[in-house]
């Protein structure tokens, strides 16, 4: 290729360029924070220097973002504050307000605000850009693939720590610790490259989405080829879904597999059996408890389990004299009454966080405390719910348009699978991005995406594509 050619093309591209480059830089301040330049020592390695860097990243794509827009400030859209993005635009306004004001910790607190606004400012420039609806398709394709790839990296990442098939069995699937945490003995939230690692809710979500999204390409690609390919991603997604054993992940799976199909109007035996086996096998490894092996001095050790614990004994060579000696304990065991109340009371969260998090709000109820005012003033806890998490954030009057936001891309999208002028290609990608849309918004019951996160990255270009898609279609139904 000359390199003429080569100009050629990339002055052809060169929006889409900076688009998925803006994209890139937000997703480069992805688990690190400012709250890792404030540590004592730092920079305590060259790898904590480098993720302490990493973490004004997406600020700066803001930045650029926002330059971008005050020159092209007459061409954006009219109305756009009271459209989707442009109503989580001004909670996040109001957040960084009450971040400064009302927040114990003012620099933190703005510091995430800014994070936040700057997802919104990089996709309200792509929006606003040449081509933006289709440069809002490249860049959520690219979340597509970074959550198969921390999908596999994890589990990859898991499979490679030492003896971690020492104690595998198929009771290690099923009993009471979840694998993902168990098998190797490694903790949640042990660390990876310097960065904290993820519990198996977060493990889930990225297995979660990507077989969601390949899911939709089985059903609806062409060929048997495509459909072997996909057909296997998706089962291997599922599997690791599986494996993780999230129970809020599980439960917003299954529930977006059969909006999924619907939507689609799937009614084939073969798919609804699939819902059924995937819903039962979620259920089953929710409510299921069965009591732990577990060894001690390379001795397999089964539990008996009994009024609520899990007994053993075993006998074992006294170091000193060679004699035999009788070793044995006891384990308790959440099972039956127990379990139901801990899976009614979401693991706790309505009794304990949300219960503290409700009183946080009604102490400052019209404007909050500011961005991560959960871990400011909660004692580093962690709303695990997002219409909780907007309110302790900025209140009635910041939650308020937070909640618009999502009942107006509803709508939208409720509107956009009756327009005609959809075509089908566009019908297929719309089904893609609200099969994760939906899963994202079930899973905001216990977790939440009311801050710079995954959950939100992979949500907000959702939001921008629907937004900008039904805008395309109204303008098109004016001038038909």
């Known amino acids: 290729m000359t390199r003429l050619n080569i100009s050629y093309l990339i002055n052809k591209n060169k929006w889409l360029i900076v688009s998925v480059s803006l994209w890139i830089i937000i997703w480069a301040g992805y688990n690190t924070g400012i709250e890792r330049i404030l540590a004592p020592g730092f920079p305590a390695s060259t790898i904590d220097l480098i993720h302490g860097l990493r973490s004004f990243l997406p600020i700066l794509a803001g930045l650029l973002a926002f330059s971008f827009l005050f020159v092209k400030r007459k061409n954006i859209l009219k109305g756009f504050l009271l459209k989707p993005l442009g109503l989580l635009l001004l909670f996040s306004i109001l957040g960084i307000f009450s971040s400064l004001i009302f927040s114990t910790e003012p620099l933190r607190a703005l510091y995430w605000g800014l994070m936040y606004i700057s997802v919104l400012l990089v996709l ?8 933006g ?3 809002l398709c490249h860049i959520i394709r690219i979340n597509w693939i970074i959550a198969a790839i921390l999908a596999l990296g994890l589990l990859v990442f898991f499979l490679i720590q030492f003896n971690v098939f020492e104690n595998f069995s198929f009771n290690s699937l ?7 945490e168990k098998l190797a003995g490694i903790k949640a939230e042990t660390d990876i490259f310097g960065m904290a690692g993820t519990r198996p809710t977060g493990f889930g979500r990225y297995a979660g989405i990507a077989a969601l999204v390949f899911f939709v390409f089985l059903i609806s690609r062409q060929g048997i080829i495509s459909k072997v390919v996909w057909g296997i991603l998706f089962f291997l997604f599922l599997l690791i879904n599986f494996f993780a054993r999230g129970k809020a992940v599980l439960a917003s799976f299954s529930g977006s597999l059969a909006f999924t199909l619907f939507i689609l109007k799937e009614i084939r035996i073969y798919w609804i059996l699939l ?6 096998a979620s259920g089953f490894l929710i409510l299921y408890k069965e009591p732990c092996s577990f060894f001690i001095n390379g001795q397999l050790l089964e ?3 009994s009024n609520g614990t899990a007994s053993y004994s075993l006998q074992e060579k006294s170091y000193e ?4 000696q009788q070793i044995t304990g006891e384990k308790q065991l959440l099972i039956n009454s127990k379990e139901l109340k801990k899976i009614a009371t979401l693991t706790g969260r309505t009794t304990g966080v949300w219960n503290d998090s409700i009183n946080l709000f009604f102490s400052s109820p019209v404007l909050g405390y500011g961005f991560q005012s959960d871990r400011i003033f909660l004692n580093g806890q962690h709303a695990h719910n997002s219409i909780i998490h907007a309110l302790i954030q900025t209140g009635l009057l910041g939650s308020i348009p937070f909640v618009l936001a999502f009942a107006l891309t509803i709508i939208s999208l409720f509107y956009l699978f009756k327009n005609s002028l959809l075509d089908k290609k566009e019908k297929i990608f719309l089904i893609e991005i609200s099969a994760v849309f939906v899963f994202i918004l079930i899973r905001s019951i216990t977790e939440s995406f009311t801050y710079y996160s995954a959950d939100f990255l992979f949500l907000a270009p959702i939001i921008a594509y629907i937004e900008l898609l039904r805008e395309e279609k109204n303008f098109s139904n ?3």
């Open 124 to 131: 309200l420039a792509i929006m606003n850009g040449a081509n």
């Open 133 to 135: 609806l289709k440069n």
């Open 174 to 180: 099923i009993c009471s610790g979840r694998p993902y």
């Open 275 to 280: 819902l059924i086996i995937v819903i039962l």
């Open 303 to 305: 539990l008996r389990e």
């Open 321 to 324: 004299d060679g004699s035999m």
């Open 478 to 480: 004016k001038h038909e």
